[in-house]
T-cell receptor, first 112, second 112 residues
Framework: DAMVIQNPRYQVTQFGKPVTLSCSQT?????MYWYQQKSSQAPKLLFH???????NEADTPDNFQSRRPNTSFCFLDIRSPGLGDAAMYLC???????????FGPGTRLTVL | GEDVEQSLFLSVREGDSSVINCTYT??????LYWYKQEPGAGLQLLTYIFSNMDMKQDQRLTVLLNKKDKHLSLRIADTQTGDSAIYFCAERGVSSASKIIFGSGTRLSIRP
């Protein structure tokens, strides 16, 4: 049973064309995270939501935004994708900030 | 700052044991994790250990923690072809309890 679901699994967009990636969870966890993972690198935390409270990492570019309309869903918006934004985007959830994080399967973003 | 280091590659023969090593710098780490990532997939939590433990065993997996040396290892007994993946070590510190720091991953390959 899928617990953290990401759609789509593969997304192709054009340079500069806004794109939205989706994450949903059936765990009723309070915290949802977005990570960016480039090839052969560790996942890099972009931001997280604790309930409705948004927490941005200091080095996350302004080009990346997020929305969490309810407990189950969280979206990653890339306003003007550049070639350097091509990566795997991973969503994760945890019951609380200090609890174990559970990851979705990821969305691979290609920028043409 | 916090840092987690792993060797990039490990090759073992099918049926042998694999030992993946990790070192970390944050002496206040509370939890240490091992995640597995298969090609094109998200991160799967394999196991974790609390910092006041020395060892944790779960079926074929054994985690050893040497807190004095800040060294963590994951042993996979009877390594199978399905164990081929990238293994990420990660730690959660006290200073940034909502954030886990990942190593760059060890790619495990299995030879017949």
């Amino acid at each position: 049973d899928a617990m953290v679901i990401q759609n789509p699994r593969y997304q192709v967009t054009q340079f500069g064309k806004p794109v939205t990636l989706s994450c949903s969870q059936t765990l009723n966890h309070n915290v949802m995270y977005w990570y960016q993972q480039k090839s052969s690198q560790a996942p890099k935390l972009l931001f997280h939501y604790y309930d409705k409270d948004f927490n941005n990492e200091a080095d996350t570019p302004d080009n990346f935004q997020s929305r969490r309309p309810n407990t189950s869903f969280c979206f990653l918006d890339i306003r003007s994708p550049g070639l350097g934004d091509a990566a795997m985007y991973l969503c994760a959830t945890s019951r609380d900030r200090t609890d174990t994080q559970y990851f979705g399967p990821g969305t691979r973003l290609t920028v043409l | 700052g916090e840092d987690v280091e792993q060797s990039l590659f490990l090759s073992v023969r099918e049926g042998d044991s694999s030992v993946i090593n990790c070192t970390y710098t944050d002496s206040s780490s509370t939890y240490l994790y091992w995640y597995k990532q298969e090609p094109g997939a998200g991160l799967q939590l394999l196991t974790y250990i609390f910092s006041n433990m020395d060892m944790k065993q779960d079926q074929r997996l054994t985690v050893l923690l040497n807190k004095k040396d800040k060294h963590l290892s994951l042993r996979i007994a009877d390594t199978q072809t399905g164990d081929s993946a990238i293994y990420f070590c990660a730690e959660r510190g006290v200073s940034s309890a909502s954030k886990i720091i990942f190593g760059s991953g060890t790619r495990l390959s299995i030879r017949p």
